[in-house]
T-cell receptor, first 117, second 119 residues
Framework: GAVVSQHPSWVICKSGTSVKIECRSL??????MFWYRQFPKQSLMLMATSNEGSKATYEQGVEKDKFLINHASLTLSTLTVTSAHPEDSSFYIC?????????????FGPGTRLTVT | AQKVTQAQTEISVVEKEDVTLDCVYE???????LFWYKQPPSGELVFLIRRNSFDEQNEISGRYSWNFQKSTSSFNFTITASQVVDSAVYFCALSEAMILSGGYNKLIFGAGTRLAVHP
């Protein structure tokens, strides 16, 4: 089956630093990847849609200058949390639909737990 | 606007009990997809089922079954003879089709239902 990996699986950083999270589709290609954020005991909220070769589309209320997204290739999207603060601590999950399968076959990564101290 | 409501925040049952997780959705589109995902304590989302809006046939997969009723905009999930390993958060999600644009549409998740199955 299709596999999506995320790296790192967890990270602790100090306030004010930047953190990069990678999302890779291991055995398929994806022109689109989605980034979600999940606070403890809450649901997944879509942050942005990453598009290969073009700018990401951000959901309302998500600061694009704070959450930088780069879809470098058909198998890699990165989310960089710039100048992280404790309120950015969350579980970040990416998902990707394989090219040609349509939106309904999204494969989720295992998530990255970010803690900002 | 799209919306998914999972009114049950937490459910606690004893092993071997049957349990039904409710999901009610709102959408203006006639073409859409509904999903159920399981999120165990490890955090990774596990895909359980996908159902399109034109297929109202109920589905059974082992101890799992799903009841889709368009008339009430509900897509409920039943676990029969629950087991401790079923303990997790279960999310219902909705996605509208973007057939014309051929694009990818986002998933709208419900708040989730935390299921605790006790021995």
């Amino acid at each position: 089956g299709a596999v999506v990996s995320q790296h790192p699986s967890w990270v602790i950083c100090k306030s004010g630093t930047s953190v990069k999270i990678e999302c890779r589709s291991l055995d398929f290609q994806a022109t689109t990847m989605f980034w979600y954020r999940q606070f403890p005991k809450q649901s997944l909220m879509l942050m942005a849609t990453s598009n290969e070769g073009s700018k990401a589309t951000y959901e309302q209320g998500v600061e694009k200058d704070k959450f930088l997204i780069n879809h470098a290739s058909l198998t890699l999207s990165t989310l960089t949390v710039t100048s992280a603060h404790p309120e950015d601590s969350s579980f970040y999950i990416c998902s990707a639909p394989p090219i040609g399968t349509g939106f309904y076959e999204q494969y989720f990564g295992p998530g990255t737990r970010l803690t900002v101290t | 606007a799209q919306k998914v409501t999972q009114a049950q925040t937490e459910i606690s049952v004893v092993e071997k009990e049957d349990v039904t997780l409710d999901c009610v959705y709102e959408t203006r589109d006639t073409t859409y997809y509904l999903f159920w995902y399981k999120q165990p304590p490890s955090g990774e989302l596990v895909f359980l089922i996908r159902r399109n809006s034109f297929d109202e046939q109920n589905e059974i997969s082992g101890r799992y079954s799903w009841n889709f009723q368009k008339s009430t905009s509900s897509f409920n999930f039943t676990i029969t003879a629950s087991q401790v390993v079923d303990s997790a958060v279960y999310f219902c999600a909705l996605s509208e089709a973007m057939i014309l644009s051929g694009g990818y549409n986002k998933l709208i998740f419900g708040a989730g239902t935390r299921l605790a199955v006790h021995p």
